[in-house]
């Protein structure tokens, strides 16, 4: 599927019309589960919260996240902090969002097998490019485009980073807002994308969007639609890709 979107961007280019490609950061370029680790091993460093959930944080030093947790409940549980003690999980609740939504964690995300690969084979086809996300430009937007210089991702007249205005912003409204208003702009537009809610969204106002699920991990709110393709990595030359 991969290669065929490789295909038909250099056919839409050789026609000289234009084809946008379109990617959502977290979960979809990028395993934000790493991020998360960090943070939560980061609390357990504090003395203050040492000293204030020593037998919380004794069991938080050997947190591990997965690529398919969601937040961190599901590490948490797995660690043996399952919710019995509320002004703990308030606490570190409070910790994770606080540094999850900011600049200072982004460094330790790693990316998907092959994304960056992909994204330059899309340059390189004659594709522009939209990083579309649901960061918001005032806590996220210095550090995401630190980040994506520093992987090598495209940023240029043709490779866009589209951050939300302001934290406030319902991310499947802007998501969906921002392609219809570029719609009319190209012959053909594909959209990478983690989370069923914008998908759904999405899919009443943009049909001939071309989606494609990343199946890596969601809010659980909705199910992606079924009739999408749905990929896990960006690995070219595979069996269907």
Request: no cysteine; aromatic share 12%.
């Given at each position: 599927m991969l290669e065929q979107i490789l295909d038909n961007i250099r056919a839409i280019?050789?026609?000289?019309?234009?084809?946008?490609?379109?990617?959502?950061?977290?979960?979809?370029?990028?395993?934000?589960?790493?991020?998360?680790?960090?943070?939560?091993?980061?609390?357990?460093?504090?003395?203050?919260?040492?000293?204030?959930?020593?037998?919380?944080?004794?069991?938080?030093?050997?947190?591990?996240?997965?690529?398919?947790?969601?937040?961190?409940?599901?590490?948490?549980?797995?660690?043996?902090?399952?919710?019995?003690?509320?002004?703990?999980?308030?606490?570190?609740?409070?910790?994770?969002?606080?540094?999850?939504?900011?600049?200072?964690?982004?460094?330790?995300?790693?990316?998907?097998?092959?994304?960056?690969?992909?994204?330059?084979?899309?340059?390189?086809?004659?594709?522009?490019?939209?990083?579309?996300?649901?960061?918001?430009?005032?806590?996220?937007?210095?550090?995401?485009?630190?980040?994506?210089?520093?992987?090598?991702?495209?940023l240029n007249e043709r490779a866009h980073l589209v951050l939300k205005p302001h934290r406030s912003m319902d991310d499947a409204q802007f998501k969906t807002d921002w392609l219809i208003e570029n719609d009319k702009s190209f012959k053909k537009i594909y959209f990478f994308e983690n989370e069923p809610v914008n998908l759904v969204h999405l899919e009443q106002f943009c049909p001939h969007v071309e989606m494609i699920f990343f199946e890596s991990t969601h809010s659980g709110k909705a199910e992606a639609p079924s009739k999408l393709p749905r990929i896990m990595n960006y690995l070219l030359h595979q069996k269907g890709s």
């Open positions: 280019t050789q026609q000289g019309e234009k084809s946008l490609v379109v990617f959502d950061l977290d979960s979809t370029l990028f395993d934000v589960s790493p991020r998360v680790e960090r943070i939560l091993l980061d609390f357990a460093a504090s003395p203050f919260n040492q000293k204030k959930f020593p037998e919380q944080v004794r069991l938080l030093k050997n947190i591990k996240t997965l690529r398919t947790d969601w937040g961190i409940s599901g590490a948490l549980q797995r660690a043996g902090l399952d919710g019995a003690h509320p002004e703990f999980q308030e606490a570190v609740r409070a910790y994770w969002q606080k540094h999850f939504f900011s600049n200072h964690y982004l460094q330790f995300d790693s990316l998907y097998e092959g994304a960056l690969e992909f994204v330059l084979e899309v340059e390189k086809a004659g594709a522009h490019i939209a990083y579309l996300t649901g960061r918001d430009v005032e806590r996220m937007g210095v550090g995401s485009t630190e980040i994506m210089h520093q992987w090598g991702f495209p």
